[in-house]
């Protein structure tokens, strides 16, 4: 098994933390893991992203140039790593920071409403746990048990009492996602 996986969105979105937690859940289950982040000097609010790699066998080099899955969480990097997504791979989305819906044919596209459901439970800070469970429910790399183990890890320990939100945050993800039908209709393109 060999997972290259992107995630990227703006700085305080939780991308690099999303990423951490599932290296550290990979190296829970005996995996050979590669956590390698990108930031401008304005991580907060600037464009962020993170290459997770998750394999049964070492891992030879952190950078990739083609990615399995994609997570993008705003525009400039879904026009950024829409491309980069092998043909057959995952590109995941959500359309709160998409103007533009990705328009490839030959992957598999899933939206999850990530910001809506997180605004719903008056918690944007479960954003990222809502998408790394639509993440998990379409293609599991590693097990819910050794992500909130990750996640705990990832932690200070005062905040270990924000375990089971999370936890409930990762399996609303796993609700939401959804896989879209795109067509190529009378040369629209129809989503």
Known sequence: MLQEIVISGFGGQGVLSMGKILAFSGIMENKEVSW???????????????????????????IVNEFDVAIVLNQPSLEKF???????GILI???????????RKDINVFKIKA????????NTRVFNMIVLGGLLKISPVVKLEN???????????????LLPMNEDAIRKGMELIEQEQIALVENRIIV
């Open 36 to 62: 390698f982040p990108a930031y401008g000097p304005e991580q907060r609010g600037g464009t962020a992203n993170v290459t997770v790699i998750i394999s049964d066998e070492l891992i030879s080099s952190p």
């Open 82 to 88: 829409e491309s980069r997504v092998k043909p057959g």
């Open 93 to 103: 989305y959500d359309d709160y920071g998409i103007q533009k819906a990705p328009a």
């Open 115 to 122: 910001m809506d459901e997180s605004l719903s439970m008056d």
């Open 147 to 161: 992500v909130m183990e990750g996640l705990k890890k990832s932690l200070p320990e005062r905040h270990h009492h």
